[in-house]
């Protein structure tokens, strides 16, 4: 088969693959913007214990490979239970892939929230306080924008970064992009012992994270107009 | 008739008693400035009559409204919302809101203030118009009329600083207080900072001011008190503690800033 032949049939797969690696990317920031959040405010908790176990849980989870981690939540419940409990079809193994980088993600993003809350001075809440702002007011009117915009530069090194760990996936064989430029290697659709297309998911992912970085520039630009 | 009250405040930190039974009063239209060495408890004072730390012991009344009774226990936040209008405070680094322009900081409180009032829904733009020209009135007696639009990061030190006493000012606080208002200032912008404040003394507005500025105490304020570990060593008139101070202390200290 010739190239020309060959490539709107790997265009079409590596497609297939790439909305696979884009549903895991959408789905992980769904889940750990919101989770890292609430991390955050459990390690900055009063409660000792509660902080305490949190931050065990980020330290390990920060100081071990993601690629265990997939590898942990996808076949441990299996052992444990005697049965697996993603099932054995891609959407098990999407499942499992989210819930691993939910968890990885959000231990990354709660560090990250809370060098943001932290990093506003205290002199900016008491002077809402003395002005007669409520609690509420404060939060919403004096620190959030400030805390956005010292946060916004290391979560979209963070976002970009997990455009392209998305391919981790692909050890408990979630079939997103690297998955699908792999096979024509082994053989699919008529296509063998090619490795070019695996070579080419590189264009996606350059364009995606390209994409996202003039995103995030502009964000950054927009809260330009003041110095925290 | 006395507007401040403070009786017998006491705070500590951990083991270091910080104010040990501080008592004084302040009439409407006085000016007290407040002396004393790094650490005696000047800062502390301000904070606790300004309800950013909850004293152990004692009372602090402002206005015939009680800030604190001397029980540690959770004041409502409504109650202590209230109160905090009645004082305004001023802080050596300002604080001002990077995120707004000068005017947006002043008028920031007294709007979302505003939007508490029965009335706001049916007279909005009346209220705010008339918020917004309360505050461009004070920032041009400050002199700032050319700068309202500027961020706090526009402006010099003591221009901050003259937008966050139009911040305080524009709510109309009782008494309103100030914490070493020029210390965070390069020399030469101490002085329009003084003059802001030369000017709302002879305006007759109640002020506390804690200051390194002998010069400045001596000229301005009606009252002054020398703080030294945790306790008022002197209080008096001006003459009377700079001029002829009792305590050892006191004149030790004053000397001090004379050589
Ligand atoms: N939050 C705190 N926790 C523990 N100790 C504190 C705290 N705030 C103040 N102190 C201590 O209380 C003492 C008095 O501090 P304060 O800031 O009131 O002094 P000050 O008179 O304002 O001094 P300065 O002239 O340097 O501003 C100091 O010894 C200080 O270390
Ligand atoms: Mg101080």
Redesign the interface.
């Known amino acids: 088969m010739s190239f020309a032949e060959q490539f709107p049939i790997v265009f079409a797969a590596l497609n297939e693959g790439f909305f696979q690696t884009l549903k895991l990317f959408g789905v992980t920031l769904a889940g750990a913007i919101p989770l890292g959040l609430l991390i955050a405010l459990g390690v900055m908790s009063r409660f000792k214990p509660l902080s305490a176990v949190l931050k065990t849980v980020v330290w390990i989870v920060r100081g071990s490979p993601l690629m265990i981690q997939l590898l942990i939540i996808f076949y441990m419940p299996g052992m444990l239970f005697g049965h697996p409990i993603w099932g054995g079809g891609e959407t098990g193994r999407f499942w499992a892939a989210s819930v691993a980088f939910i968890i990885n993600y959000a231990c990354y993003f709660s560090e990250i929230y809370r060098g943001g809350i932290q990093g506003v001075p205290v002199g900016q809440s008491e002077a809402g306080q003395v002005l007669g702002l409520s609690r509420r007011q404060v939060f919403f009117k004096v620190t959030l924008l400030q805390m956005v915009k010292r946060i916004v530069p290391p979560m979209s090194n963070e976002i970009i970064t997990l455009v392209k760990d998305t391919s981790l996936a692909r050890i408990i064989a979630l079939q997103e992009i690297i998955w699908a430029g792999q096979a024509f290697m082994k053989g699919r659709d008529g296509i063998s012992g090619q490795l070019w297309p695996l070579f080419f998911t590189g264009v996606y992912y350059l364009a995606f994270s390209g994409l996202l970085t003039v995103l995030f520039g502009k964000l950054e630009k927009k809260l330009d107009y003041f110095k925290v | 008739m006395s507007v401040l009250e403070v009786r017998d405040l006491r705070k500590s930190f951990g083991k270091t008693e910080v104010l040990k039974g501080v008592s004084f009063d302040l009439n409407e239209g006085e000016v007290l400035s407040i002396i004393g060495s790094s650490g005696s408890g000047k800062t502390t004072l301000l904070r606790c009559i ?3 730390e909850t004293a152990d012991s004692g009372t602090v009344t402002v206005a015939g409204e009680t800030f604190f009774d001397g029980a540690p226990k959770k004041q409502k ?1 409504s109650d202590k ?1 209230r109160n ?2 009645l ?3 001023v ?1 050596q ?1 300002f ?5 707004y322009t000068a005017l947006r900081n002043v008028t ?2 007294p709007r ?2 505003a939007k508490e009032r029965p009335d706001y829904k049916d007279n909005k733009k009346a209220i705010l118009e008339e918020i917004d020209a309360g505050a461009k009135e004070i920032l041009t007696k400050v002199g700032l009329a050319q700068k309202m639009e500027n ?3 526009e402006l010099s030190g003591g221009q901050q600083q003259r937008v ?1 006493i139009a ?2 000012l524009l ?1 109309n606080p009782k008494v309103l207080f100030f914490d070493e208002p020029t210390s965070a200032l390069d020399p030469e912008l101490t002085g329009e900072i003084l003059k802001v404040i030369k000017g709302l003394a002879q305006e007759k507005r109640t002020m506390v001011i804690v200051t390194h500025e002998m010069e400045f105490a001596r000229a301005v304020s009606t009252k002054v008190i020398f703080m030294d570990d945790g306790v008022i060593a002197e209080q008096g008139t001006p003459d009377e503690v700079f001029g002829n101070p009792k305590s050892e202390r006191t004149k030790a200290f004053i000397r001090k800033f004379h050589e």
């Open positions: 300004n309800q950013l936040e919302r905090q209008l004082v305004g405070l802080f680094n604080n001002l809101f990077p995120q920031l409180a979302l203030l961020y706090p990061c966050s911040r305080a709510l």
